[in-house]
């Protein structure tokens, strides 16, 4: 076990667990540890890519999104805070994602 893995099983705070989870998930090898990063991640999906978005760690957030579901609700949420940051890669990706998943109901292209 990793030292890294020691303090996510020992620390108290939230965003320390948070911190330590959003770098280790795309990093880690070991498979339990990879299930057990992934799992607390899924369960702090928003507060998870909400600190993505902040850092403009697009790679993370690709890899985040690959084994959570998004409501289209929390869709929104992260649109608007990537505009809000100015964070056109990952707004781009949110977008397509959107289009992708739940299209664009308000809004008619007819000619």
Do not use: N
Not at 14 to 21: F, G, K, S
Not at 34 to 59: M, N, T, V
Request: aromatic letters at 14%; hydrophobic letters at 40%.
């Amino acid at each position: 076990m990793d030292s890294c893995e020691k303090e996510f099983e020992s620390a108290s705070q939230e965003a320390r667990r948070l911190a330590i989870a959003l770098k280790r998930f795309t990093e880690v090898q070991d498979p339990v540890w990879k299930e057990k990063y992934q799992h607390y991640l899924s369960l702090r999906f928003r507060p998870a890519i909400s600190e993505l978005i902040r850092q403009g760690d697009f790679f993370r957030i690709q890899k985040l999104c690959q084994f959570v579901s998004i409501t289209e609700a929390a869709l929104d949420t992260f649109i608007e805070e990537a505009v809000r940051l100015h964070r056109e890669e990952i707004l781009s990706f949110f977008l397509e994602f959107q289009k992708d998943h739940f299209g664009f109901h308000d809004h008619d292209f007819t000619l």
